[in-house]
């Protein structure tokens, strides 16, 4: 049989692909209603946090920080609570990580603030002696694209039917009339930072990437389960 | 059949993509030899403002090396060895010629696009799938000029019998396409939302353990079809040129093949142990990744058996040297990557630096090697000059494995050591370190691997020089070397 396939190139390629296609099949197509099923009382992300999922992303703090708690203790004393499927049910990309040159992130809004953050992303040995994490000066001055992030809401909410509210909605209009909350949201954030400029931007309307980063990390942990706390 | 006539091969394809190969796996080694340095003196993220910091470049870093380096130097030994085993020439199809050409053109123009607006940040945050949906639409455009080409040749070959080379060749084709379409599925933002927002921007179709478990499907068989599958078709075909041996078994080649096709693709799970992923999942990554073993050892030992009773030629040819160290390498690498997927093993290896040590022994031991051997091998027969300096090569061959080594064991005992570190408690069962302990003690493990890295730059520097030296002013060949590539 080989022989005879390796004079047919086209059978040959036949054979090779349901030989690999075959794992794909069994492992992952089981799984899949299951596990994007959302843990009860899960909000998804407001349209601030996805600006500031966007600036993670940007600056790729994936390739130092994971967002995966594994069931052991000596990561639950750690980091908290172990990670459960659920929890990522609107996580698109999934931001798990494979590499922790920092800490786990998945709760880090339990136990860092507003102010931590921005000391620490200004300079990261100001508040963690000895870090090698560099400083992310640029966040301070570079804008946040919220209309993308707001793009995404809506995308998200027509397409793969993520629970947002009825003001979610496409066009320019809509997201006019829908960005008075964004700045409403990262006011609150603004408040408790130090940093004047930042402020003063935020006031003028513009949303500096730092106040939404902030506010993504914020949202990592329990703040987004409203039933739960 | 065959006409005893030689035939006159093109290889201004393959050339191209040799100058390609040489250009991005200096950038890829440069910018990782200095994201390796940042780890260990992290004034160095300040180079180049925004731009420069770790974390930006690391993507770039992988993608160079990845979709730069490799991929250029699996194309230019296709556009070289595949016509050989054919038995047919580019020159005889204007078609295909013109598809070889136009997959160059796409591909390096592509790529540059891609190395942009990787700078600018513009990214999907997948790991090794970072380009965002119009990068992905080229991508796909360029992986199907190269199918046509390779099905063309195929087409109008004059062997009936597909030599193993392209077996694997084939193999990495169809793998890729696969695993490439299906882990980019996602939805451009700005056609689902009336025109909001960057037209760049898109979200992925899978969310969180979904996404998770394509990306990783993905991500494991990125490595197999594109690091492993075709760097073993090189070694098939490269390793009984250079060296006038035959296959040492065919029935191995056979088992080895099939074995690999079907195991490879359930082990990608192993990316994923102690996750949301369910257990039996997880269970079927680590128990596939050990009989991993038995495929790819086959083809490495069917390689090294392949010298039997010739042993003498490694050291006298330092391009044999080269491919049976790849191919221990290779042995190296495949049996620590199902160490590693071990649930109790993985406890301690994930997340640590243990991980990037892997791949490295991989990619520097296994990788690279073969890829600079097989470009050497060719430069006499492309560039009808005999290879520049033998000493230097020798030269290169210790320093780069030297390098190798220093990086691998300083990754394990990094590795190794963080992972204890995270898990140690005191006698009343309280963590013992906080993180930043964790960080601090890697130190002089950073520094010597950002050493390593230098070496192995270096190292690639003299063998970019000497394959220039060959194809510039080398003492030129009348007729073309049948097995040992001649060098001064």
Known sequence: ?229 | MQSNAALEYDYSVAKLFTYTTILFGFLGMLIGTLIAAQLAFPELNYLLGEYGTFSRLRPLHTNIVIYGFTLSGIWATFYYSAQRVLKVSMAESKFIMFMGKFHFWLYFVGALIAVVTLLMGISQAKEYAQFEWPIDIVVVVIWVSWGIAMFGLIGIRREKALYISMWYYIACFLGIAMLYLFNNMSVPTYFASGGLGSILHSVSMYSGTNDALVQWWFGHNAVAFGFTVPIVAMIYYFLPKESGQAVYSYKLSLLSFWGLMFVYLWAGSHHVLWSTVPDWMQTMGSVFSVVLILPSWGSAINMLLTMKGEWNQLTENPLIKFMVLASTFYMLSTLEGPIQAIKSVNAIAHFTDWIPGHVHDGVLGWVVFMIMAALFHMAPRMFKREIYSKKMMEAQFWLQTTAVVLYFTSMWIAGITQGMMWRAVDEYGNLMYSFIDTVTVLHPYYAIRALAGVMYLTGFIMFAYNMFKTMTSSKELTEEPQFRSPMA
């Open chain 1, 1 to 229: 049989m080989f022989h005879w396939l390796e004079k047919n190139p086209f059978f040959f390629a036949v054979g090779v692909f349901v030989v690999i296609a075959f794992a794909g099949l069994i492992e992952i197509l089981p799984n899949f209603a299951e596990a994007s099923r959302p843990v009860q009382g899960l909000r998804p992300y407001t349209v601030l946090e996805l600006a500031g999922k966007e600036v993670y992303k940007k600056d790729n703090c994936i390739a130092c920080h994971s967002q995966l708690i594994r069931p052991f203790k000596a990561e639950t004393d750690r980091y908290g609570q172990y990670s459960l499927s659920g929890e990522y049910a609107y996580d698109r990309p999934f931001q798990w990580g494979s590499k922790r040159t920092g800490p786990d992130l998945h709760r880090v809004g339990n136990y860092r603030t507003t102010d931590w953050h921005e000391n620490h992303m200004w300079d990261p040995t100001s508040v963690v002696p000895g870090s090698i994490m560099p400083a992310y000066k640029h966040m301070f001055t570079n804008i946040a694209d919220l209309e993308t992030a707001y793009a995404e809401a809506v995308t998200v909410k027509n397409i793969f039917n993520t629970p947002y509210g009825d003001d979610i909605q496409p066009g320019k209009e809509a997201w006019e009339k829908y960005k008075a909350k964004v700045l409403e949201e990262a006011k609150k954030i603004a408040a408790d930072m130090k940093n004047q400029d930042v402020k003063d931007a935020v006031a003028r309307g513009e949303v500096p990437e730092i106040v939404a980063l902030i506010a993504y990390l914020n949202s990592l942990g329990d703040s987004r389960y409203a039933a739960a706390k």
